[in-house]
């Protein structure tokens, strides 16, 4: 395991980070094929390009993508806690039964996180010994075996805790292909569609 505080240097990034409203709004896991094949289109790809193609503490592996997700846990809200896992293809655990781990795992909190509760504990010994413990603590980057160390995020009983995920696969995970998983589009393509899909249907195309 890896953890490194003040991890981001760019001040613009970190600045765009803060005053991007919606960074926390979209729940769904989504995917990132890398900028050697598509552009660092949002503030989230453009984080992942300065932890994994620029700053990598780690030797970068072969990676054909990202899976990232968002993870917001607060005290009487939808959730305050995350119970032990391994992180997997959870579409191909759920057709075949069988356990596909991503290359390593990445997590990050862009925001200050300022709760009671809410560690990320990380059995990196094996269950039989002390997880190890850390604060979620703004602008801290954490590297980690996700798919082969449990870990879990503890119940936060004060304030919301906000924090990115981002996990490198070496092929892509079968629930690209199943929608499950799906490719983030930064917010003029996204206003784009809505003004194509409303041409459609003045033309009458649908
Ligand atoms: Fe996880």
Redesign the pocket.
């Known amino acids: 395991m890896i953890v490194i505080d003040d991890f981001i240097k760019d001040q613009k990034l970190l600045d765009d980070l803060r005053a991007d409203s919606a960074f926390f709004e979209n729940k769904g896991y989504m995917w990132w094929d890398g900028w050697w094949n598509s552009p660092a289109d949002t503030v989230k790809k453009r984080l992942i390009q300065y932890i994994w193609g620029e700053n990598s503490p780690y030797p970068r592996p072969h990676a054909a993508g990202f899976e990232y997700w968002v993870g917001v846990f607060s005290e009487g809200g939808e959730r305050d806690e995350l119970p032990f ?1 391994f ?1 997997k293809d959870e579409h191909w655990y759920k057709q075949a039964g069988e356990i596909v781990s991503p290359v390593i795992g990445t997590v990050f909190y862009p925001w200050e996180n300022d709760i009671d509760g809410g560690y990320l504990e990380i059995y990196s010994q094996g269950r039989s010994a002390e997880p190890e413990r850390l604060e979620p603590k703004h602008n801290r980057l954490v590297i980690f075996p ?1 798919g082969h160390h449990a ?1 879990r995020v503890t119940k936060v009983t004060r304030g919301i805790r906000r924090a990115i ?1 981002i996990n490198l696969w070496d092929k892509e995970p079968s629930g690209l292909a199943a929608g499950d998983l799906f490719p983030e589009k930064p917010k003029l393509t996204r206003s784009l569609d809505a003004l194509t899909h409303i041409g459609q249907i003045i033309r009458g195309d649908e």
């Open positions: 896992h992180d996700a870990h995920a």
